[in-house]
Nanobody
Framework: QVQLVESGGGLVQPGGSLRLSCAAS????????MSWYRQAPGKERELVAT????????NYADSVKGRFTISRDNAKNTVYLQMSSVKPEDTAVYYC?????????WGQGTQVTVSS
């Protein structure tokens, strides 16, 4: 059974930091590129960051470049999103996603709220 389980969300003050984790199971994690998406209320889901299957390269949305870092540990079947210098506009439900060829898997999401 495929599972992607996000954790680490919560309430953080502007300028603060938060690390999200996504634990994967039920598929060959090291084959899959991993991504973080987010969806704010009333907005479309947007791609935040993607990392290749062995972590050789990563790409970021312009809105988070220089503030967020995606990483992965294939030995632990886990992908991370380190969020720094967060802003209120980073408030959203954050989802991790796995992609390999035409196969996509999604997690259930974790809420991140940036507020003082």
């Amino acid at each position: 059974q495929v599972q992607l389980v996000e954790s680490g969300g919560g309430l953080v003050q502007p300028g603060g930091s938060l690390r999200l984790s996504c634990a994967a199971s039920g598929f060959t994690f090291s084959w899959y590129a991993m991504s973080w998406y987010r969806q704010a209320p009333g907005k479309e889901r947007e791609l935040v960051a993607t990392i290749t299957n062995i972590g050789r390269s990563a790409n970021y949305a312009d809105s988070v470049k220089g503030r967020f870092t995606i990483s992965r540990d294939n030995a632990k079947n886990t992908v991370y999103l380190q969020m720094s210098s967060v802003k209120p506009e980073d408030t959203a439900v954050y989802y991790c996603s796995a992609r390999w060829r035409n196969t996509d898997y999604w997690g259930q999401g974790t809420q991140v709220t940036v507020s003082s």
